[in-house]
T-cell receptor, first 109, second 115 residues
């Protein structure tokens, strides 16, 4: 399976936008980029996914570069409840979601 | 709406014992996934089913692990005999259909400790 690269940790001030990058340079044409987060001891929570166009839902926005080799998850107004580990996981041509080590996001009051 | 329901939430047992983990997918979802999460290996896919049929079990670690899906609303993951290295959090997830444009939704997991 191809790999993704995410920064291991990030901090963001409460109320500010949190921008989480992900590099997925080996993604193929029909593979979607999925974002999940995991709050301690809970199951991964689905946030958003996209193929090539930017996407927005009630939780976040997803910006995918034109070459699809990277993406950015944006939490527009971060709250303390957004503190979690965030995973970027393309589905690499099959049903598998390959969760790497993710980015540990800490929201600072 | 009810999400994916897993039971038990916690299980502590001695090595050599049989362990059965249970999962009820979201109603209407016809794909089901079993994952295992450890500090060392992260989140790994063990097996997944579509329409109750196992599609890919390449992640099942060894013959001590088995999974069944007797109907659309129930699945089990069994470990027999259990070993301390099986200690992990086991997650079940479900989704609508097959294909790439549907997200998987996870349960809150079963935390398994083998003594």
């Amino acid at each position: 399976d191809a790999k993704t690269t995410q920064p291991p940790s990030m901090d963001c001030a409460e109320g500010r936008a949190a921008n989480l990058p992900c590099n997925h340079s080996t993604i193929s044409g029909n593979e979607y980029v999925y974002w999940y987060r995991q709050i301690h001891s809970q199951g991964p929570q689905y946030i958003i996914h996209g193929l090539k166009n930017n996407e927005t839902n009630e939780m976040a926005s997803l910006i995918i570069t034109e070459d699809r080799k990277s993406s950015t998850l944006i939490l527009p107004h971060a709250t303390l409840r957004d503190t979690a580990v965030y995973y970027c996981t393309p589905n690499f041509g099959n049903e598998k979601l390959t969760f790497g080590t993710g980015t540990r996001l800490t929201i600072i009051p | 709406d009810a999400g994916v329901i897993q039971s038990p939430r916690h299980e502590v047992t001695e090595m050599g014992q049989e362990v059965t983990l249970r999962c009820k997918p979201i109603s209407g979802h016809n794909s089901l996934f079993w994952y295992r999460q450890t500090m060392m290996r992260g989140l790994e896919l063990l097996i997944y089913f579509n329409n109750n049929v196992p599609i890919d079990d390449s992640g099942m670690p060894e013959d001590r692990f088995s999974a069944k899906m007797p109907n659309a609303s129930f699945s089990t993951l069994k470990i027999q005999p259990s070993e301390p290295r099986d200690s992990a959090v086991y997650f079940c997830a479900s989704k609508v259909g097959r294909g790439f444009n549907q997200p998987q939704h996870f349960g809150d997991g079963t935390r398994l400790s083998i003594l």
